[in-house]
């Protein structure tokens, strides 16, 4: 049960990773500001219909905040590398 709570915790310290990330996407502002904003909505929704599905078919919930931090991972991720790339790193 401990590890479930850490998992937990580590979710809620990535997710702020990403939150972060986003806020400073969305307030240079753009084109690209507003595809954030919209894939920001669909994931939402998405994410909601995921977790019904996921819950329906049986997961627990060690299975479904497993999926939630894959997917928290790869926005940290593709975020990360766009900010790379609008300053020129690499």
Wanted: charged share 25%; glycine share 8%.
């Amino acid at each position: 049960m401990f590890e479930q709570w850490i998992t937990v915790l580590l979710l809620g310290l990535e997710s702020s990773e990403v939150v972060g990330l986003r806020v400073a996407k969305l307030a240079r502002g753009g084109v690209h500001a507003q595809r954030e904003a919209d894939l920001l909505v669909n994931e939402k929704i998405i994410a909601v219909f995921d977790v019904g599905i996921r819950v329906l078919c049986g997961a627990t919930s060690g299975q479904v905040i497993h999926r939630f931090r894959e997917l928290v991972a790869a926005n940290a991720k593709r975020l990360s590398t766009e900010r790379q790339l609008a300053f020129g790193q690499e």
